[in-house]
């Protein structure tokens, strides 16, 4: 009957040590979510993780000019967004695919405003 008390004690010591399974997230984006305010020439999303290089898009809709540029920032968690045209006055959504270094992948989206 002893071991019986133990077991849930066993269980509980064995999950609290398994390393989390962590996904990017969006922590920080420049202009912000839902921000509402002058054209930026460009975006900065910083993500919770590292993430590998390359492994990135960014999409702007309506995408002015044809579509954004992405490029790495040199933290390795945070990514700059151009977009490849001036951005006019209205809403834009932007999508985001991303995958962290330890291969796990996230996506997400955000519109911001442009007076």
Known sequence: MRIHRLLPA???SLL????????PKLVAADPAAGSTGPAPSTLSL????KLTPGAATVTLSPAPGGGVMVADGADG???TV???????AGTYKVDWT???????QST????????
Do not use: C, R
Request: charge should be neutral; hydrophobic fraction near 45%.
């Open 16 to 23: 609290l040590t398994v390393p989390a399974i962590a996904h």
């Open 77 to 79: 968690q945070s990514l």
């Open 98 to 104: 991303v995958v962290a270094a330890n291969g796990h």
């Open 46 to 49: 910083s993500f919770s993780e």
């Open 10 to 12: 066993a269980a509980l």
């Open 82 to 88: 151009t977009p490849q045209g001036p951005l006019a």
């Open 108 to 115: 997400g989206s955000y519109q911001i405003t442009v007076k």
